[in-house]
T-cell receptor
Framework: GAVVSQHPSRVICKSGTSVKIECRSLDFQATTMFWYRQFPKQSLMLMATSNEGSKATYEQGVEKDKFLINHASLTLSTLTVTSAHPEDSSFYIC????????????????FGPGTRLLVL | AQKITQTQPGMFVQEKEAVTLDCTYDTSDQSYGLFWYKQPSSGEMIFLIYQGSYDEQNATEGRYSLNFQKARKSANLVISASQLGDSAMYFCAMRERFGNEKLTFGTGTRLTIIP
């Protein structure tokens, strides 16, 4: 259980285009999902917290107009990188919490496999 | 100020030996949680083990154990009888009480198991 999927796994796009990344919780409902960005050989940096049915909460320094997040259902959150530029090339990872698993430690997140974005 | 510090960027360990990955943290909260995640080369983050700040005993999960020293603010991961499949990046993370369930990650340690 607690499987999180991401699509696509890899994407190459031209500079100036928009790219949408989907994050799905396959076997549980996720009221909260998180979006991270990871540069090569670096740690995960939280970009935003996505709550179902409400606006996402962005971390300081993350442009909300550039990284659009939509959490329309309990199993799906999307991240859209608008007008992508080469500096947006990175590994994007989503995670989700399963609140209905009572034995899980508070704060446990299950991660998707990640999406590698390359902007040419 | 960095909240999670992992001072070992890389480690090489002989197969079947035990290995300790260091993690120190900084928080003013009394209630917090510490996590260890494994990231293989494929990229996915795998949850390994958790230690709550009020847990009196060190957490254990199979070959993984956590050496929790609260006064020193350290939460080192111990992997016993290492296997080739343990080669990966390992991240220590902290959930603070007022952090809206957010996790703050350390910079990671790349562990390589040598046959």
């Amino acid at each position: 259980g607690a499987v999180v999927s991401q699509h696509p796994s890899r994407v190459i796009c031209k500079s100036g285009t928009s790219v949408k990344i989907e994050c799905r919780s396959l076997d549980f409902q996720a009221t909260t999902m998180f979006w991270y960005r990871q540069f090569p050989k670096q740690s995960l940096m939280l970009m935003a917290t996505s709550n179902e049915g409400s606006k996402a909460t962005y971390e300081q320094g993350v442009e909300k107009d550039k990284f659009l997040i939509n959490h329309a259902s309990l199993t799906l959150s999307t991240l859209t990188v608008t007008s992508a530029h080469p500096e947006d090339s990175s590994f994007y990872i989503c995670s989700a919490r399963d609140l209905l698993r009572p034995r899980l430690p508070r704060g446990t997140q299950y991660f998707g496999p990640g999406t590698r974005l390359l902007v040419l | 100020a960095q909240k999670i510090t992992q001072t070992q960027p890389g480690m090489f360990v002989q197969e079947k030996e035990a290995v300790t990955l260091d993690c120190t943290y900084d928080t003013s909260d009394q209630s917090y949680g510490l996590f260890w995640y494994k990231q293989p080369s494929s990229g996915e983050m795998i949850f390994l083990i958790y230690q709550g700040s009020y847990d009196e005993q060190n957490a254990t999960e199979g070959r993984y154990s956590l050496n929790f020293q609260k006064a020193r603010k350290s939460a080192n991961l111990v992997i016993s009888a290492s296997q080739l499949g343990d080669s990966a990046m390992y991240f220590c993370a902290m959930r603070e009480r007022f952090g809206n369930e957010k996790l703050t990650f350390g910079t990671g340690t790349r562990l390589t198991i040598i046959p």
